[in-house]
């Protein structure tokens, strides 16, 4: 079904700054064809600029890349598309309100409707009988998981001809099947001559799947390995030698405590559902509540379901949080957590200044000080959009001021790597100290039963279970949110 491709890349001294920070200085190394070859690093390491410089959604400052031998014009996707590199991301791009065969034609060069969705029908099908993956034509992308959406997004990636993959955090949204089957169709791929490039910070799935590594730390590049080898020397590369683990579980909670909340969820429905969910559940005011889910799973809509509904939640006395007190850090940090255009200094000033103008100098001031207090890589001018993703993390959690009451985070650490998301907690384990009930979900179950003081378990857009750590097992969570 596939051509034989020779692509091998070449990157020769790439560079790129974004004001005064150097996102990459003079990076050189070699990709060979046919390779599933891992970009890593820490966050703010580089790796999205050097991909976007890749993909010609941006330009560097100097350097080249060869692609088969040959220069690539830089700074036009229009040519790295014609080239044949494609991206998948996080955020499959697709019509929701369509058909899986409707999705596909929308947007084909084809001229002739009948003739096109014949064709593109039986292109889909030969993709999905090789891969075997279960997908109908006719089924709603909305009633799609986000797993089978992205398996949809890499067979138009194939269909519009590309050869070199870049997979961008790709398995966050994957069941473990999913996984296993979209890791043996990148083998297939790799076995043809594609060349796959993994971004991620998952290390098993790097292990599990690559021939090389790239790290990169702070712009520069590190090294670039063979695998497979230790997991702790990739933890090293990534972030210079340093005892960097897990945190610990939430300490074991003093249920008599006086002060409790009632949270009550009623009349809770997700995609028009028939049947609403209602439960009532008592826990200490001061606690940490997990929200575990799939992508897809409802997880999400049950944090943002709270910010519109503050009123279902009330403390022992009967009183309500005021909408004014709560802060909600979304998961799509750029779309709805932050304003991409604007700095971080506006930023600080929208969050902190209640006054009727702005002193600059006090903002600025209070800037720099939250800056390096929460350790973000910039500057108060520095753009919103420009940042990272760990570091525009960083600056969400910055604007939660201390009048919060109710903080409610959707997948508060998703594609950050391990030093960035322990980071995140304990700046979440010291706000929990005061007065703050926080909710959070996360797909993560590691990350649900390290932090989590109570869990609620989703499946299928409904709560199918919900307890303390101490009644409710990592295993019985894993079996409730996939459904058995």
């Known amino acids: 079904m596939f051509d034989q491709n020779n692509m091998k890349i070449e990157f020769k001294n790439i560079s790129k700054t974004f004001g005064h920070v150097k996102a990459n200085e003079n990076i050189s190394f070699t990709i060979d064809s046919g390779a599933i070859h891992a970009l890593i690093g820490e966050n703010g390491a580089g790796k999205s600029t050097l991909i976007k410089i890749l993909s010609g959604q941006i330009f560097p400052d100097h350097g080249s890349i060869m692609l088969d031998d040959s220069n690539i014009e830089l700074g036009s996707t229009n040519e790295a598309n014609e080239k044949g590199i494609g991206i998948l991301g996080q955020d499959p791009l697709d019509f929701s309100n369509f058909t899986v065969l409707e999705s596909f034609i929308a947007g084909h060069p084809s001229s002739s409707f009948v003739f096109s969705k014949k064709n593109i029908a039986e292109k889909i099908n030969a993709y999905l009988t090789q891969f075997n993956w279960s997908i109908q034509l006719n089924s709603l992308v909305k009633d799609l998981s986000v797993g089978e959406r992205q398996q949809l997004e890499l067979i138009r990636l194939l269909d519009k001809g590309a050869k070199v993959i870049i997979l961008d955090e790709p398995t966050s949204g994957f069941s473990l099947e999913q996984k296993k089957k979209v890791f043996e169709t990148l083998k297939i791929l790799s076995e043809n001559g594609f060349t796959i490039i993994l971004v991620s910070h998952k290390i098993e799935e790097i292990l599990e799947i690559c021939s090389h590594a790239t790290i990169m730390q702070k712009g520069r590049l590190v090294n670039t390995i063979d695998l497979p080898t230790d997991p702790q020397i990739l933890i090293n590369l990534m972030f210079g030698p340093q005892n960097i683990s897990n945190k610990k579980p939430a300490p074991e909670l003093n249920l008599d405590s006086i002060s409790k909340i009632n949270l009550t969820v009623s009349d809770f429905s997700i995609n028009n559902n028939s049947e609403n969910d ?188 919900h307890g303390y750590p101490k009644d409710i097992t990592k295993d019985i969570t894993m079996q409730k949110i996939s459904g058995n």
């Open 278 to 465: 209602t439960h009532t559940i008592d826990v200490p005011q001061k606690i940490i509540i997990g929200i575990a889910g799939l992508q897809g799973s409802g997880a999400d809509k049950f944090i943002q379901h709270f910010q519109s509904n503050p009123n279902q939640i009330s403390t022992s006395n009967k009183s309500y949080i005021d909408k004014s007190n709560i802060t909600y850090v979304p998961a799509d940090r750029l779309e709805k957590g932050l304003f991409p255009d604007m700095t971080i200094c506006e930023h600080i000033a929208l969050a902190y200044n209640h006054k009727n103008t702005v002193d600059w100098n006090e903002m600025e001031n209070l800037s720099q000080s939250l800056i390096n207090k929460y350790g973000i890589v910039g500057t108060p001018n520095s753009v919103a959009k420009t940042l990272s993703g760990g570091n525009q993390q960083r600056l969400m959690l910055s604007l939660i001021t201390e009048s919060t009451e109710l903080l409610l985070l959707e997948q508060p650490t998703r594609g950050l790597d391990i030093q960035s998301a322990n980071y995140v907690w304990e700046n979440l384990l010291t706000t929990k100290k005061s007065k703050t009930l926080t909710l959070f979900s996360s797909t993560d179950i590691d990350e649900i039963y390290n932090y989590s003081e109570y869990i609620i378990c989703f499946f299928n857009d409904h709560i199918v279970a």
